[in-house]
């Protein structure tokens, strides 16, 4: 059981605003993305390490809850998001809503 409620703790102008920022970097270098259960692999253009990387530090502060993990490779980067087990319904609707945000723009 994680120690962190299941909540992003961003007020809502900046959650708006992280949304926004989500969105372009998704729109500019997203090429692929999967949800499996409670894991969600990015697949970002290799030029998008940085936004990536901020991405993640991000993230981490305002939704402790998740885990991150960040793989370059070849000519792309990998972020996986993994959500605690918890997170998950039979139907996969509270993790499609949970990651939601990081699929905005795509």
Known sequence: MTTSPIACTL???DYA????WIGRLNRESLRTHRLDGVTLELVYDRTASDQVRELVRREERCC?????????????I???IEAP???????GTMTSTLFAPFLAGS
């Open 11 to 13: 007020a809502s102008e």
């Open 17 to 20: 605003d992280r949304l926004a």
């Open 64 to 76: 402790a809850f998740l885990r991150f993990s960040v793989d370059e490779t070849g000519g792309a």
């Open 78 to 80: 990998r972020l996986l």
């Open 85 to 91: 087990a918890e997170a998950c319904d039979s139907t």
